[in-house]
């Protein structure tokens, strides 16, 4: 229902998502799909005017509330800036009525600008062409820029619009604003405050409009009207045949979360500045504003671009819409704000951030820029107080980091309860929050991840060495000992298969607890040895003579399991022993998770299906710990068993078969992730965009098709392209450096942008690359 190949007006391919055809059933998955962000906030592409089944959403990064006891903290919906109420002839304005011809609402990844337009036959004789046009400015964070240009082509028609600010809008019903104070200035600058109702955030929205006829100020005064959680004006005027009206919108968006605020913060202060910046703003006008947008987008295509010349030019916009989405929900500007599992696309899972940060979109950021990587790793950091005070409320030691997690001090935020109970018609507890706890040793992982490929010492005597110290803690206080066995198990857990709840020693979370804990011991005596004070810095903080006693004695007896006679390692204590059954009608079906049509989650947690990948999660992490036999048998052994209804499956099991070589399954399993979004699914993106599987979806190019990798700290390359791919080329930084790759089916260029050396590996050789050097693609 996308169409995928519009060009852009001056004829670049691949950058350009396209609804040709206005559907009420796609509304949702358009807004999600063509949602708009610069990390510091994120709009739901709505249309202007209303429509049943709409969510209008903007979201400011970090602005956590809690509206009730009984739910957890999340991202509200702030006041809504885009709704337009347009009258024709005094009747309201809707696709769902008269005709509508030339059709088309575009995304440009490029410019990042939404672009809607139609003409629009009334019905009784007046005919009408509308173009709206949008962007959330990457320049000025705070800044959302709207164009609606009406041109009369069968008239006269009388024309109105109403547009303000609209706060009448909650989170599917939990209202998280104290209604505040409203104001029009001038008769054009309109203010709307609102403020959280328990974290008691200020949000100041204004916004003002610029109204021409045929290119010429048109001075009307507006009808102005403020109403409860609203402040609106309205233009009306009539139009002769042939003339266009255009409305310049232009809308400044704060809230005393903004780091600039932080200790130092008064509300009027901050509504001074937005009028300031509206007035600024509103001079500009439109175009302005977005060249300027336009051209901070430039930059970021500058400094990510990645090309690949394929047989099917899908290919580059699936990638290339995967980082546009990346760069519209991560918060580069501010260390005290993670990426939430949806982005800032919608009200799905809260805006908390989970594993997908560190596990699938961390790796972007280290290796395309580390400066944003180190952000969100602070982040982590900050989030120590929660990790800590979650330890202690479950009687355990060190940082056992939130499930979920929203404001770095909030802690856990996993909701308890979740969808229905197709048996017993309750809603289904959601266990993560209490037991799924390798987030823990992820984050640890991540900080190892990203130190080793960027060898960054300063975050790591500031905040890396900690997190990884006090996260082996808790994994020490968590180790259960099994006398009858003589080792440590962690029971009682979900892993990353969500389909297996209360499992014992998930072999994922069992392994990378070892790996948590013996990184702290080879930390701790790297620190003892060559930074005295450092060491004694830390030793004071979390006593780590004590920890690193307790770590020794355990480290070796924590129970890895290991292959059975078939090769195969159990994913838990159980799994093996449960019952098989064809998968084959729920595999890659319209709507995730319609296993649970015929079963409940009880019922699939005794059979051997899984959500998603969870040993082939160990393969691709700990990839050095197992060997390619063991893992092509796990592989054989639990695809078919896995039913990808996570969309954090799709793209490790890609990567793995990269490095099986079996490119045919690597390319097609490439393909299903990127079309997790893109694709032809109508609602699996209606809550919003899934930002692990588009972090997946680059590390399916450059881990998975280039091979790319960090082991024992040196970096590889080992490239399989898809057969039909020509070429792939990226920037990677490594150890502080840009290098550009670039990789055809025969060759391997490398080039180190600031000349200095470097040594790899390219196809399991190592080499060393002055500045620049080619190498025979194998
Ligand atoms: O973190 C994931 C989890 O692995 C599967 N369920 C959805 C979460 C958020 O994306």
């Keep these: 229902m996308l169409n995928y190949n519009k060009t852009l007006p001056d004829g670049a391919s691949g950058w350009v998502v396209t609804e040709e055809r206005f559907s009420n059933l796609a509304l ?9 962000g610069n990390g510091y906030m994120g709009l739901r592409s709505a249309a202007e005017e209303s429509y049943v089944g709409e969510k209008r959403n903007l979201f400011v990064n970090g602005t956590f509330n809690r509206f009730d006891e009984l739910e957890v903290s999340e991202l509200p919906n702030a006041a809504d800036v885009t709704r337009m109420d347009i009258r024709i002839d005094g009747k309201c304005f809707s696709l769902d009525q008269g005709e509508v011809k030339a059709y088309s609402r575009s995304l440009n990844l490029r410019e990042a600008e939404l672009v809607r337009t139609f003409i629009w036959n009334s019905g009784d004789g007046k005919e009408l062409e509308f173009t709206f046009r949008r962007f959330v400015s990457l320049d000025q964070l705070h800044l959302i820029g709207l164009k609606l240009e009406v041109k009369v082509l069968r008239g006269p028609v009388h024309l109105s619009v109403a547009s303000g600010i609209d706060a009448q809008v909650s989170n599917s019903g939990s209202q998280h604003f104290h209604e505040g104070e409203k104001r029009i200035y001038d008769k054009t600058f309109l203010e709307l405050i609102q403020t959280t109702t328990e974290s008691k955030v200020d949000f100041v929205i204004g916004a003002s409009h610029k109204l021409k006829v045929d290119g010429g100020t048109v001075d009307l005064a507006p009808a102005m009207e403020i109403d409860r959680r609203k402040v609106a004006v309205a233009y009306s005027l009539n139009l002769e045949e042939g003339q266009t009206l255009t409305l310049d919108k232009v809308a400044a968006v704060y809230t005393s979360r903004d780091k600039q605020f932080a200790g130092n913060y008064s509300l009027p202060a901050m509504r001074a500045e937005v009028l300031d910046v509206l007035k600024t703003a509103h001079e500009s006008g439109y175009e302005t504003l977005f060249s300027k947008h336009a051209a901070a987008w430039a930059k970021v295509w500058e400094n990510y671009g990645i090309t690949i010349e394929s047989g099917n030019p899908f290919d580059l916009l699936g990638v290339r819409f995967a980082l546009y989405h990346l760069v519209a929900m991560t918060p580069a500007h ?16 809260k805006g908390h951030s989970f594993w997908d940060t560190e596990i699938f979109i961390l790796p972007f950021y280290i290796y395309s820029n580390p400066q944003i ?11 120590l107080e929660g990790a800590r005070s979650k330890a202690k409320e479950n009687g355990y030691a060190g940082a056992m980091y939130p499930w979920e997690a929203a404001w770095p001090s909030d802690g856990e935020v996993t909701p308890v309860w979740g969808a229905v109970d197709i048996v017993t018609g309750e809603q289904t507890k959601i266990w993560s929050g209490f037991i799924e706890q390798h987030i823990t040793s992820d984050i640890a992982y991540a900080v190892w991840h990203y130190f080793r490929a960027t060898g960054d010492v300063d975050f790591m005597e500031d905040y890396g060495y900690e997190i990884i110290f006090d996260t082996a803690v808790f994994w020490a206080s968590r180790l259960e000992w099994n006398e009858a066995q003589g080792r440590y198990e962690i029971n009682e857990v979900v892993g990353p298969d969500e389909y297996k709840e209360h499992v014992d020693n998930n072999a994922f979370t069992n392994y990378m607890a070892h790996f948590n804990i013996e990184l702290a011991m080879q930390y701790y005596k790297e620190l003892e040895q060559n930074q005295p004070e450092l060491f004694a810095r830390y030793n004071k903080l979390l006593n780590l003579h004590e920890a690193y006693g307790i770590w020794e004695s355990k480290l070796d007896l924590i129970y890895l399991p290991q292959p059975n006679e078939r090769l195969i390692i159990p994913q838990d204590d159980t799994y093996l022993q449960k019952e098989i059954i064809d998968l084959t009608p729920y595999k890659d079906q319209e709507k995730v998770g319609s296993i649970f049509n015929d079963y409940n989650l009880d019922q699939v947690g005794n059979m051997q299906i899984s959500k998603q990948a969870d040993i082939m999660m160990l393969f691709f992490l700990l990839e050095n710990k197992f060997s390619p036999e063991v893992k092509r048998a796990n592989y054989d052994y639990y695809e078919e068993k896995t039913l990808h209804d996570s969309s954090l499956s799709l793209s490790t099991h890609s990567i793995l078969a990269s490095d099986f070589g079996d490119k045919t399954l690597a390319y097609r399993l490439f393909q299903r ?15 919003g965009i899934h930002a692990a599987s588009l972090g997946g979806i680059w590390e399916c190019a450059v881990m998975g098709f280039a091979g790319v990798r960090m082991l024992d700290g040196q970096l590889h390359l080992a490239p399989k392209l898809p057969e039909h791919w020509d070429k792939l080329a990226f920037p990677l930084y490594w150890q502080g450096q840009r290098l550009e790759i670039s990789i055809t089916p025969q060759e391997i260029s490398i080039c180190s942008t600031a000349g200095q050396p470097v040594s790899l ?5 190592l080499q060393e690359v002055q500045s620049t050097a080619i190498f025979a693609n194998l």
């Design 673 to 687: 992730a990127t079309e997790i979004d893109l694709g032809p699914k109508v609602h699996s993106s209606d809550a």
């Design 761 to 765: 590996f390219v196809h399991g050789q």
């Design 334 to 349: 501010d260390n005290r704000m993670g990426i939430g599992a949806k982005g800032l696309s919608g009200e799905g899972y």
């Design 28 to 36: 949702a998955k358009c807004e999600a799909v063509m949602a708009l």
């Design 373 to 383: 990587a180190r952000s969100l790793l602070e982040y982590r950091y900050l989030g």
